[in-house]
């Protein structure tokens, strides 16, 4: 297989990894779950990313998700997994075998265990991913989370890899928090696919020619980025996207994974949401009344799930 279709932008979910009770992924809950964000407001699905505890799972098992979303009916096409591991060959198995599965393309952490590395370490890693991929329809997404990496992704690397790369980097996912960042790349790079990992700062990267978001509150708000998304020309939008914004605030208090795993579970009555793989830890009973009435003060509610 090959890839469906490039993305062009729009909303994609950073799409949370439900669990069962022996925290193995629960293959047929997360393609029900991609399903659903599919058929409620999100463009595409970003995949064994942060919010989905990647880096928590093995090699296998991140392969073995990928090919049971697929065998579950989940288009390629709407898919961006994140394939970005410390070692060089794992990431290039994992994004190997995304191509394969048609996915449109991958997010890609830099190698994030050792630190102060150069622009020249780092485009010589993304290098040794791409060639030893060696497929023309691998798309590369740049993942910029120097919180969590502490490896940041500069203009100045992108440029170089854009200009030796032309047709495989495609675009960042930029979870720096820093619009004027977001927006500084958008505006060097026209083409250049930049999304927004914070959904407050989606509205501002539109308006600098920005792709749109991959967020993990996409999980939840999918429905209120895409209206941002299709009408931020229109004045009408500042009350969405206030709503938006005021969700975000309301996760992030939170350790956030956890929080939104608990409103899945009390929104689905599932309570098998709330599995998650040390060392994170679910939520608590406490923080969870506080986090469901601060959402209800806002007005919000779920699309309904099946």
Known sequence: MTGDAPVAGGVFAAVLTP???DLSPDHRAFARHCRWLLENG??????????GEANSFSLPERIGML???IEAGIPGGALLPGTGC???ADTIELSRRAVWLGAAGVVM???FYYKNVTDDGLFAAYSEVIEGVGEAALKVYLYHFPRMSAVPIGLALIERLLTRYPATIAGIKDSSGDVGNMTACARA????????GADDLLLPLLEAGGAGCITAVCNVASKLAAKVYSGWRNA????TNAQLAALRGIFTAYPLIAALKEVMARHGGQREWRNIR??????GEAHAGALLKAIEATGFSLPAVP
């Open 19 to 21: 669990l069962k009770a």
């Open 42 to 51: 999100c463009d595409g699905l970003a995949v064994l990313g942060t919010t």
């Open 67 to 69: 090919e049971g979303l």
């Open 86 to 88: 410390c070692a060089t």
């Open 109 to 111: 952490l830099p190698p």
């Open 189 to 196: 790079f026209p083409g250049f696919a930049v999304f927004s």
């Open 236 to 239: 009408a939008i500042d009350e």
């Open 278 to 283: 040390p060392p994170l830890a679910a939520l």
